[in-house]
């Protein structure tokens, strides 16, 4: 069964939660390095981290948090087709949004590749954020940027520029999560 839905209640529920001031998005960070570094000293195996790319002062919610288990699945699928081995697993659900992190036996070259083609074709991909690090903490990097949802420049400039306002990026994600047909609404 589908169900139809406008974009004023997307945009009511892409709005829920509590605002997040950047003390908590620094800390985090800080805490997502710390985690990797256990890791990479634990298994010296190379990890991924995953979390959304949203825009404004809310990065977490029933919405946003649906979207990432998404993700989540289809980033397992990756492992599972490819036989890669999960050595160690850490998901959190904090106000600064969903995170997964994990250590694995795989190629990190060859699961970049495939994390960068997740990004690029599923309908919810462009709001994935997939790091790659290799066995020695080094971040492996895409060899084209990402466009921007809005006007197909790259993204880092319109973000560092602040091209497009939080509601523009909103009603972007919103197209985008009412197109992908994923999200089941009532």
Same mark, same amino acid.
């Given at each position: 069964?589908?169900?139809?839905?406008?974009?004023?209640?997307?945009?009511?529920? +892409?709005?829920?939660?509590?605002?997040? $001031? +950047?003390? *908590?998005?620094?800390?985090?960070?800080?805490?997502?390095?710390?985690?990797?570094?256990?890791?990479? $000293?634990?298994?010296?195996?190379?990890?991924?981290?995953?979390?959304?790319?949203?825009?404004?002062?809310?990065?977490?919610?029933?919405? +946003?948090?649906?979207?990432?288990?998404?993700?989540?699945?289809?980033?397992?699928?990756?492992?599972?087709?490819?036989?890669?081995?999960?050595?160690?697993?850490?998901?959190?659900?904090?106000?600064?949004?969903?995170?997964?992190?994990?250590?694995?036996?795989?190629?990190?070259?060859?699961?970049?590749?495939?994390?960068?083609? +997740?990004?690029?074709?599923?309908?919810?991909?462009?709001?994935?954020?997939? *790091?790659?690090?290799?066995?020695?903490? =080094?971040?492996?990097?895409?060899? =084209?940027?990402?466009?921007?949802?809005?006007?197909?420049?790259?993204?880092?400039?319109?973000?560092?520029?602040?091209?497009?306002?939080?509601?523009?990026?909103?009603?972007?994600?919103?197209?985008?999560?009412?197109?992908?047909?994923?999200?089941?609404?009532?």
């Amino acid at each position: 069964m589908s169900y139809t839905i406008d974009f004023k209640t997307l945009l009511t529920r +892409l709005n829920e939660g509590t605002q997040v $001031e +950047l003390n *908590d998005m620094m800390r985090c960070r800080e805490h997502r390095a710390m985690l990797q570094n256990v890791l990479l $000293e634990k298994y010296h195996a190379p990890l991924l981290s995953f979390t959304l790319n949203i825009p404004g002062p809310i990065k977490n919610n029933s919405l +946003l948090s649906d979207i990432f288990y998404i993700g989540m699945k289809s980033i397992k699928a990756i492992f599972n087709n490819h036989q890669i081995h999960i050595l160690q697993e850490h998901y959190s659900n904090e106000i600064t949004g969903n995170e997964y992190i994990c250590a694995f036996d795989g190629n990190a070259d060859d699961v970049k590749n495939e994390a960068i083609t +997740l990004e690029n074709t599923h309908p919810l991909g462009r709001l994935f954020d997939i *790091d790659i690090l290799d066995a020695k903490g =080094q971040k492996l990097s895409r060899q =084209q940027y990402r466009s921007c949802l809005i006007c197909n420049k790259q993204a880092q400039d319109c973000a560092r520029n602040r091209t497009h306002s939080i509601e523009e990026m909103q009603l972007a994600i919103l197209k985008l999560i009412k197109e992908s047909n994923l999200i089941a609404f009532k």
